[in-house]
């Protein structure tokens, strides 16, 4: 009887001034606190915490383990004036944290009919993700940040508060962007951003470091941004000088895959930061 397998399934904790709808799937352990409205077509995985006065609508699926505070919703329509009630939906991933007030909306008929944010994500307070946004695992938003539709962002990505960041803008991987950023165009992964408008200022060197990325590699993406970015040239010749001088490289070479890629934004530009500013990382707001 130690075993796991037998042990009886966890019950789910209903405040008795919630609202949750017929047909939501519910699943084992959740906590669903006072005031929360919880529509038909919601999915809640195992250990889902709605924390209070949380609205989760639409065809939402919220992974397991993941925490909404108070005042958020997700998964509501979105705000476009296209828009008439299609069936689209909105993805949260594993243990994602989404703090009080946040605004999450589920997809569109003009994007690809589906918003999702990945796992281990933290949307701070009063951050706002739109129709048909794609964010990967382990994302910061920090405070009021806001996402214009369509927007994509990479693993690991952090964004500094009060940005906001275009519609249809690509961010990659391992990119930082500075608080207060107007970003209009496509960051590089690894890359470093702020201003308004955004400029790309460097690398991410913090993230890099602590993320463990040997050194070379380091020294590898500092030199092929210095080819792509600083250099005399044009700029396409550039990238095939980097190509060449790189081959092999996986870090340069999703650098440069990412840059090739179709974009309605095309790239930020190339800019230097003021010195009391520094677009580094914080885990906290």
Known sequence: MDDARHAPPALSEIHPSAAVAPGAAIGRGCRIGPGCVVGPD?????????????????????????????FASVGLAPQDLKYKGEPTRCEIGPRTLVREHATIHRGSVGGQGVTRVGADCMIMAVAHVA??????????????????????????????????????????????????????????PFGSAMGNRARLIGLNLIGLKRRGFPRAQIHALRAAFRMLFHDPGVFAERQQAVEARFAGDP??????????????????????????????????G
Do not use: K, W, Y
């Not at 006065?53 to 065809?59: L, P």
């Open 42 to 70: 919601v999915t809640l995985e195992d250990g889902v915490e709605l924390v209070a006065h949380v609205v989760v609508d639409g065809i939402t699926r919220i992974g397991a383990g993941a925490r909404i505070f108070p």
């Open 131 to 188: 129709h048909d946004c794609v964010l990967g695992d382990r994302v910061i938003l920090a405070n009021n940040v806001m996402l214009g539709g369509h927007v994509e962002i990479g693993d690991t990505v952090f964004v500094g508060g009060g940005t906001a960041i275009h519609q249809f803008v690509r961010i990659g991987r391992q990119a930082v962007i500075g608080g207060m950023s107007g970003v209009e165009a496509d960051v590089i």
């Open 251 to 284: 870090a340069v070479a999703e650098m440069l895959a990412f840059i090739r890629a179709p974009s309605r934004r095309g790239l930020v530009r190339v800019g230097r930061a003021a010195p009391e500013e520094e677009a580094g990382e914080e885990g906290e």
